[in-house]
């Protein structure tokens, strides 16, 4: 039996996998001389001295990076950066910084993306419920495109536009993804836009097409969240040329833009699977090709709307532990200072986390534990069942990985906890985009 260096020295064995997964990690992650997690050459533990915990840590490179991989995997596509996922001023600068369009979904995001410098031409107005406000919001700063979601948004929009208004109809193509309630959104029986079963979609076109002031450019379509195979894509392109090429039948009108959404699938634990953008482009063009040429319909132009692809990777959110409590022959509960209110994906998807220590290196043995988090509920938990080192104490540092997107902008005041920060890091330097939310900040809203 050959003896190796792993079997000599044990410890040796939990150093060999790579502590910080490049696919789950940002970009500049790498640990120092003294086995801190340092992202944009800045040292966690740095940030948690100067801006405290929780916080969420973006690395602006990451962010950059993945908008560029975009624009070169799908270059003859326009790519509209959902800003759902992130949106500050900084995040909506940096997406314009990089050639993106932003996608926005109230009368806030709207705000903020034109604060960014973003121009209104290169805007898209979404939202499955918007209000007359920030409808007449949108006409008023000259937003490029409305997806139009409702009949009475098609009403409200037609009253206010007091010049042509490029818009899109959002049909749901009836593909779905994986049968998960919660992130299928191209199916029948949710609530978002026109379906295609019945004469809903017809009579939106129809509608549309009556008002002089709405110009109907395009079809839009959002078949889900987490999507890891591009076929599905390609089946919703082949499914929309065909009601493109009916509404040509029946009116006349030659819409030259279809736009099929976002939710490009990102690993969020090592392994994980994603959707490859390189494919994700083959499929594109192919099923272009071939819907095109069976309904002898002129190439439109393809819009995708990534968010949580772009952002999600760039950001880190650091916790400190406040106690361990192991249960004889159960399991182990790290609580840290934070939890459902500032990641409440675990409790509504059962969303899953790597989590690692961020102030040291531990080669020491490891064990399983469940990250859980401050609040009142037995749900509050960060991560389930995930190996830490097995001398995590009160005082240590931890960071979970891939909460760049829908984690600042979901984060709640549940127990009047306050909302985190959001620090950029970028050549060793860290800056602070939002600021903590403070106890004086709750109860200025508060008229008792």
Same mark, same amino acid.
């Given at each position: 039996?050959?003896?190796?260096?792993?079997?000599?020295?044990?410890?040796?064995?939990?150093?060999?996998?790579?502590?910080?997964?490049?696919?789950?990690?940002?970009?500049?992650?790498?640990?120092?001389?003294?086995?801190?997690?340092?992202?944009?050459?800045?040292?966690?533990?740095?940030?948690?001295?100067?801006?405290?915990?929780?916080t969420?840590?973006?690395?602006?490179?990451?962010?950059?990076?993945?908008?560029?991989?975009?624009?070169?995997?799908?270059?003859?596509?326009?790519?509209v950066?959902?800003?759902?996922?992130?949106?500050?001023?900084?995040?909506?600068?940096?997406?314009?910084?990089?050639g993106?369009?932003?996608?926005?979904?109230?009368?806030?995001?709207?705000?903020?993306?034109?604060?960014a410098?973003?121009?209104?031409?290169?805007?898209?107005?979404?939202?499955?419920?918007?209000?007359?406000?920030?409808?007449?919001?949108?006409?008023?700063?000259?937003?490029?495109?409305?997806?139009?979601?409702?009949?009475?948004?098609?009403?409200?929009?037609?009253?206010?536009?007091?010049?042509?208004?490029?818009?899109?109809?959002?049909?749901?193509?009836?593909?779905?993804?994986?049968?998960?309630?919660?992130?299928?959104?191209?199916?029948?029986?949710?609530?978002?836009?026109f379906?295609?079963?019945?004469?809903?979609?017809?009579?939106?076109?129809?509608?549309?097409?009556?008002?002089?002031?709405?110009?109907?450019?395009?079809?839009?379509?959002?078949?889900?969240?987490?999507?890891?195979?591009?076929?599905?894509?390609?089946?919703?392109?082949?499914?929309?040329?065909?009601?493109?090429?009916?509404?040509?039948?029946?009116?006349?009108?030659?819409?030259?833009?279809?736009?099929?959404?976002?939710?490009?699938?990102?690993?969020?634990?090592?392994?994980?699977?994603?959707?490859?953008?390189?494919?994700l482009?083959?499929?594109?063009?192919?099923?272009?090709?071939v819907?095109?040429?069976?309904?002898?319909?002129?190439?439109?132009?393809?819009?995708?709307?990534?968010?949580?692809?772009?952002? #999600? $990777?760039?950001? %880190?959110?650091?916790?400190? +532990?406040?106690?361990?409590? !192991? /249960?004889?022959? *159960?399991?182990?509960?790290?609580?840290?200072?934070?939890?459902?209110?500032?990641?409440?994906?675990?409790?509504?998807?059962?969303?899953?986390?790597?989590?690692?220590?961020?102030?040291?290196?531990?080669?020491?043995?490891?064990?399983?534990?469940?990250?859980?988090?401050?609040?009142?509920?037995?749900?509050?938990?960060?991560?389930?069942n995930?190996?830490?080192?097995?001398?995590?104490?009160?005082?240590?540092?931890?960071?979970?990985?891939?909460?760049?997107?829908?984690?600042?902008?979901?984060?709640?005041?549940?127990?009047?906890?306050?909302?985190p920060?959001?620090?950029?890091?970028?050549?060793?330097? #860290? $800056?602070?985009? %939002?600021?903590?939310?403070? +106890?004086?900040?709750?109860? !200025? /809203?508060?008229? *008792?």
């Amino acid at each position: 039996m050959t003896t190796t260096l792993a079997d000599v020295l044990p410890s040796l064995g939990y150093a060999a996998p790579p502590r910080f997964h490049p696919a789950v990690w940002p970009l500049t992650t790498h640990s120092d001389e003294e086995g801190r997690l340092c992202i944009g050459d800045v040292p966690l533990t740095d940030i948690a001295d100067e801006f405290r915990t929780p916080t969420y840590v973006i690395d602006e490179a990451d962010f950059r990076y993945r908008a560029r991989r975009y624009r070169t995997a799908l270059r003859d596509a326009e790519i509209v950066y959902a800003g759902k996922s992130l949106l500050t001023v900084a995040v909506a600068r940096w997406a314009r910084e990089e050639g993106l369009a932003v996608d926005v979904c109230s009368a806030g995001e709207l705000a903020i993306a034109l604060v960014a410098g973003v121009e209104p031409g290169r805007i898209v107005m979404h939202g499955n419920a918007k209000s007359h406000d920030e409808l007449r919001a949108a006409v008023r700063v000259g937003v490029g495109r409305v997806v139009l979601d409702s009949c009475i948004e098609i009403a409200y929009l037609a009253g206010l536009a007091d010049r042509p208004q490029r818009v899109l109809i959002r049909v749901t193509p009836d593909i779905d993804i994986h049968g998960h309630r919660a992130v299928t959104t191209g199916t029948t029986d949710q609530k978002f836009g026109f379906t295609l079963d019945g004469p809903q979609t017809a009579d939106a076109v129809a509608r549309v097409l009556a008002q002089p002031n709405l110009r109907l450019i395009g079809l839009h379509c959002h078949i889900g969240s987490q999507v890891t195979d591009p076929a599905h894509y390609g089946e919703a392109i082949r499914r929309m040329i065909a009601v493109m090429a009916d509404i040509r039948a029946r009116h006349g009108v030659i819409l030259t833009e279809l736009n099929i959404g976002g939710g490009h699938g990102i690993p969020y634990l090592a392994g994980g699977p994603e959707l490859d953008i390189d494919e994700l482009a083959h499929v594109i063009d192919d099923a272009l090709d071939v819907a095109c040429a069976v309904e002898r319909f002129p190439r439109p132009l393809i819009v995708v709307e990534p968010g949580r692809a772009i952002s #999600a $990777r760039a950001g %880190v959110t650091l916790y400190q +532990v406040c106690s361990v409590k !192991s /249960r004889p022959g *159960g399991p182990t509960f790290v609580a840290v200072d934070g939890g459902m209110s500032d990641n409440p994906r675990v409790s509504l998807y059962g969303a899953k986390y790597t989590v690692a220590l961020a102030n040291r290196h531990s080669l020491g043995e490891r064990r399983r534990v469940t990250v859980v988090g401050r609040h009142c509920e037995a749900g509050d938990e960060i991560a389930r069942n995930v190996e830490l080192p097995a001398d995590v104490h009160p005082g240590d540092l931890l960071a979970v990985a891939c909460t760049g997107a829908y984690h600042h902008s979901m984060a709640s005041n549940y127990n009047m906890v306050g909302r985190p920060p959001l620090i950029a890091v970028a050549d060793g330097r #860290a $800056r602070e985009l %939002v600021r903590r939310e403070t +106890v004086a900040d709750l109860l !200025s /809203r508060d008229r *008792g």
